[in-house]
């Protein structure tokens, strides 16, 4: 009998990533499997998932189970995704695909199981401090990161058992800590009512924060502009540009902080997402690292805390793969 397959996926707001992998905890991802499709091409995940399964054919292996990896809540047997309106019923997709078993999870859950399999190749570090050795006993890591959206998750390793939790913390109230950051949060308000801190850290944040800026600046025509346009601009040397692109890594790095006194995650706090990758330089070069480590008489245990940049390109896909192996790997 061939070996069984499992079908994994992450499916974001804008991108659905799809891969097939295997029980291998060194490389369970299939080399030339990976396939990205745009959500808006499909009526559902389970079109976009039957579109990847027939374009894989002939498929090498039996495929057994999946892990769908969502950008949304996923409660009891559905998952509503909170960027776009794909609802998505676990046992519908597992009968319609044909498969055994099939797992939902948040898609930064996933993020934070990859942790554990990325390599010092899969990291850049902002600041100074690089990966801590790894060792036995309790471990507590943040994951978090800007893309469509703002995900947040935890890695939790008790005597050697991974644990990744799932949730909605992008969702917390954006706090302002600059005259700046408050003119900003007042635009906002007039715009969404309450401020969360994805509305600032994210693709959309960034272009939110570029336009309440020029607003402020006297700016009444200025448009709102896409993030890639902010980026580049800024580094064409757009003053405007460049203080949006500050301001986005400062509070980047102020809730970064604030989720380590959160959960206690001492050992290194990841930062992932799509957006991560592209702003690297800024991010090193940024008031990130001092506005993480701005946390009154926490100032000095925040110094001793590692942030590091995941750029592993499917670190999603690998996630939903940690969920996929046997429970003795």
């Known amino acids: 009998m061939s070996a069984p397959l499992a079908l ?10 799809f891969a097939l992998a ?3 905890r060194a490389a369970p991802l299939i080399a030339g499997s990976v396939r990205q499709l745009a959500v808006h091409d499909f009526p559902s995940l389970v079109d976009a998932a039957q579109h990847y399964v027939d374009s894989m054919r002939p498929i090498p292996g039996r495929l057994a ?3 769908f990896a969502v950008a949304g809540r996923v409660e009891g047997d559905q998952a509503l995704m909170t960027n776009h309106p794909w609802l998505i019923s676990r046992a519908a997709a597992e009968r319609s695909l044909g498969l055994e078993s099939l797992q939902l999870v948040n898609d930064f859950a996933a993020q934070a199981m990859a942790v554990g399999l990325l390599t010092d190749a899969d990291l850049g570090v902002v600041g100074t401090l690089g990966r801590q050795a790894s060792h036995a006993g309790s471990r507590t890591y943040a994951v978090l990161g800007p893309g469509t959206g703002l995900g947040v998750s935890a890695l939790i390793v008790r005597d050697g058992i991974s644990f990744a939790l799932e949730t909605e913390g992008g969702h917390t109230a954006f706090a302002p800590a600059t005259v700046e950051e408050v003119a900003v949060l007042d635009r906002l308000l007039a715009e969404f009512g309450r401020v969360s801190n994805e509305r600032l850290i994210s693709g959309g944040g960034l272009s939110n ?3 309440a800026l020029a607003r402020e600046a006297g700016d009444a025509a200025a448009p709102r502009l896409p993030p890639e346009h902010i980026t580049a601009a800024a580094r064409g040397g757009d003053t405007l540009c ?7 890594c400062s509070v980047f790095g102020a809730f970064a902080g604030d989720l380590v006194l959160t959960l206690g995650a001492w050992d290194g706090v990841f930062l992932t997402g799509g957006l991560v990758p592209k702003l690297l330089g800024e991010l090193q070069r940024s008031g990130f690292r001092r ?6 008489r926490f100032s000095a245990a ?6 590091l940049a995941v750029l592993h390109p499917q670190a999603g896909l690998l996630g939903a793969a940690a969920f ?4 003795d790997q």
């Open 8 to 17: 994994v996926a992450d499916i974001g707001g804008t991108n659905a990533r």
């Open 22 to 24: 295997t029980a291998q």
């Open 65 to 67: 189970s999946g892990v």
């Open 209 to 211: 924060i570029q336009l």
């Open 242 to 248: 460049q203080r949006a692109v500050e301001m986005f």
């Open 291 to 296: 506005r993480f480590e701005a946390k009154g």
């Open 302 to 307: 925040m110094a001793r805390v590692p942030t």
């Open 324 to 327: 996929a192996l046997p429970p």
